[in-house]
């Protein structure tokens, strides 16, 4: 199986470094972006297998990005796991499911869960392809 | 013989001037007597046309007299009562024969206490207030009755006079007004005791909205960095693969843990809550934040005995996320009150034999509670920890009283506290 790349959009530079760090231990190609304008131009470009996007970032909020990912073709199958340490799950439900965002992490999580949640989107996000495929 | 007739003219004329004088004298009685009749039909008039209920007895207590007002009052006319006697006058009052105030003029006071209402003696005569119940054709009525006794020329009583008026609408008025003040009161006081409550209210909501834009501020200000260090020392501990290392990096993530904990107690206690209801498995959620109460305190030496007098499948009506909030913070300080990190700690739910309501009870046998800080406990930021926010109760009576249920409290110093949680099986609609 090919290297999945992932790209990891917060304003915060030492969590963005260290955050890479972890996944590209964990064997993911990974593209850091440390500002939430850059965002979407550079996901059109590399076109990443999933984006763990921080919500609250200066300039730009996450469901700004995330709009704007969902609302161009070749950006809007893109998974999109939400990370925050503004809000917490059970309040945003709503909010993560209009901008179609899958899973939301609170920080400071454990970088072993976002692991996890990366596998099981990107797992799903397989089946439905090959289920288009096969249909 | 002229001697003779001389004494005879001279009797004649006598005769004749006593016969003037008695003329005169006549003239005299019958002006003053129709003066009198005048003016007892100027008195019986003045008592006719009384706007006051009025009637008058002889000392032979014979009426004689019963005004216009009187037979409106009554309905009986004056051409009946006139003459009667023996009490016959306090029928139409009473239906029955009794002394009237009028009669009592010279009973001992107590005597006539015992019958009015209220009643006062002046020295023209006898005020009382009573309700009388057969006037107005039956309805009865309040009346202010005065009663006084009537002299001839010589101080002698010749009779008595009494008035009534109706004073049912002034008592009425009064009773209204009586109850009006105490309603008034009551009313009065229930708002005072209301104000005083929301004056708490606002000056705790006040403090809870400083608290509130500040710590959720402050909270995405911390949690940033904190995932920064725990992600970095999850990469350390990857990276190094040095084993003298792990020990130092389990207690950075304890501790980001820990700091996380508080900013969650911060947010909560400041967040403005509604509870979303559902069906919840109270024994799983209670039996989940055990087990991950244990995980949390897993150096410890506490031995935790669950107890369920119901049954398995008791389900209660709550929010699961503020029910575990709930659950988390209590066995959170059932553990922090053993100083020796070591106890008993019983977990008990009662269920059976009341169907409104389940008690979930947390029974330690830890350091107990001061008596002085039994009633600080729930206060905002009273804390006996060296580290904690002191919100953790707080936030714990705050979701009871989402919940409609009650939180109680025993405890004795060095035998340990049970806390005593009940929640209302059913929402209970509003």
Known sequence: ?135 | MSKKIKRLRNFNAQLRSVNEKLKTEILHRQEAEDNLKAAYHRLSDIIEFLPDATFVIDKDKKVIAWNKAIEEMTGVKKEEMIGKGDYAYSVPFYGKLRPLLLDLLTVPQEEIEAQYSYVKREKDGLYAEVFVPRIYGGKGAFVWAKAAPLFDNYGQIMGVVESIRDITDRKEAEAILRQDKESFEAMNKIKTEQLLLVQKELTDAKHLSEIGSLAATVAHELRNPLAAIRTAAYNIGKKSRNSCLVSHLNNIEKKVIECDQTINNLLSYSRVKVSRFEEVKIHAILKECITSAQDRYYKWKVRVIKKCNCAKSDNIYADPFQMRELFNNLLNNAFESFPEKKGKLVIQVDGLGNPDSIVISFIDNGMGINPNDLEKLSHPFFTTKSKGTGLGLTICRQLVNLHEGSMNFKSEIGRGTEVKVTLPRERKLK
């Open chain 1, 1 to 135: 199986m090919s290297q999945k790349k992932i790209m990891v959009v917060d304003d915060d530079k030492e969590f963005l470094d260290e955050l890479q760090e972890t996944l590209v231990l964990s064997g993911y190609e990974v593209k850091a972006v440390n500002e939430a304008a850059e965002a979407f131009p550079i996901a059109t470009k590399i076109k990443p297998d999933l984006i763990l996007l921080d919500l609250k970032m200066k300039g730009m909020t996450g469901f700004e990005v995330a709009n704007k990912l969902k609302n161009f073709d070749n950006t809007m199958e893109i998974p999109i796991i939400a990370m925050s340490g503004f809000f917490t799950a059970e309040e945003d439900d709503t909010l993560l499911s209009f901008f179609e965002i899958h899973d939301y992490l609170r920080k400071p999580f454990n970088p072993l869960d976002i692991i996890t949640k990366i596998e099981a989107v990107l797992k799903e996000n397989r089946r439905i392809n090959n289920h288009r495929l096969q249909g």
